[in-house]
């Protein structure tokens, strides 16, 4: 083999370890982010899937009033078990909630604690 091939060689096997590289480090990143992927639902009567995304929950993370756990409407600002256990009894009897808003007849919640959870809370 001369010089020539040699280097044309080198260069190929560069460009292949490269490539790898690179696609190694997009794996590791898609995993890293399927650890934020937004909950749009989970079963109350199993554990909640908020279980298994560790502690660097991107904060734009919505909760669903209408399906969330109560562990995951503890964890929300202001929001302790009692009144978790009211959010899930009332959405129980009430067929859900429709509006961010309609969280304001579960007694507990007055405009203060609603404003507080607006940006964390979603119904759809």
């Known amino acids: 083999m001369n010089k020539k091939e040699r280097t044309v060689l080198i260069f190929l096997c560069m460009t292949f370890l490269i490539g790898a ?4 480090i997009k794996h590791y990143v898609q995993q890293k982010n399927l650890k934020t992927i937004v909950i ?3 079963d109350t009567n199993t554990l909640s899937q908020a279980d298994s995304i560790n502690d660097e929950t991107d904060e734009t993370t919505l ?4 399906t969330a756990s109560n562990k995951e409407l503890d964890a929300l600002p202001g929001i ?3 009144l978790a256990q009211r959010i899930v009894d009332y959405r129980q009897k009430n067929g859900g909630f429709k509006s961010k808003e309609d969280i ?5 919640i007055g405009p203060k604690k609603l404003a507080a959870l607006k940006d964390k ?3 759809k």
């Open 40 to 42: 749009k639902h989970t």
């Open 121 to 123: 809370i979603t119904t």
């Open 21 to 24: 590289g690179i696609s190694l």
């Open 104 to 108: 304001l007849k579960v007694s507990g």
């Open 63 to 66: 909760i669903n009033i209408n």
């Open 80 to 82: 302790g078990p009692a």
